[in-house]
């Protein structure tokens, strides 16, 4: 998770928005929709919005200072108008699955995508699997 995401823990909680009228009124709604598909099938977990723009599955903790603990969630993406913005875990073989993704770009703890035409889908659904699989969940 990237540390802005987590900096912004206190603002940024789940919330009931719904999740499903949030992509489709997103300027990537097909998507948004196709990588919430994906992240709802590795995840077996239902999303819930985290803040006005953020879709995320599951929960997990993270250190504070002074010992505290901070909620987050474990996986998510931001349907954005320039990319998708997802946060993932850097699951092992990182590297070697981005090599073989596509086009792409990563930020401090982000992937960004484009568009799904400019990526492969199954290295993408590696890279998810993989990552939902490292994550500590609460």
């Known amino acids: 998770m990237t540390s802005a995401l987590m900096a912004q823990e206190l603002k940024t ?3 009931e928005a719904d999740v499903d009228s949030f992509i489709a009124a997103s300027s990537k709604s097909a ?8 992240m709802r099938k590795v995840s077996g977990v239902e999303p819930k919005m985290w803040g006005p723009a953020i879709v995320g599955f599951g929960e997990r903790e993270y250190d504070l200072a002074g ?14 108008k320039a990319s998708l913005v997802l946060y993932i875990e850097h699951a092992d073989g990182w590297d070697e699955r981005l090599a073989r993704l596509g086009k792409h770009s990563t930020g401090k703890g982000c992937l960004y995508i484009n568009k ?13 699997t993989a990552a939902w699989n490292a994550t500590e969940r609460l």
């Open 67 to 80: 010992g505290k603990k901070g909620r987050i969630l474990a996986m998510g993406f931001s349907p954005r």
């Open 116 to 128: 799904f035409a400019d990526v492969d889908a199954r290295v993408l659904d590696e890279l998810v």
């Open 13 to 15: 909680k789940a919330t």
């Open 31 to 38: 998507d948004g929709a196709a990588l919430c598909t994906l």
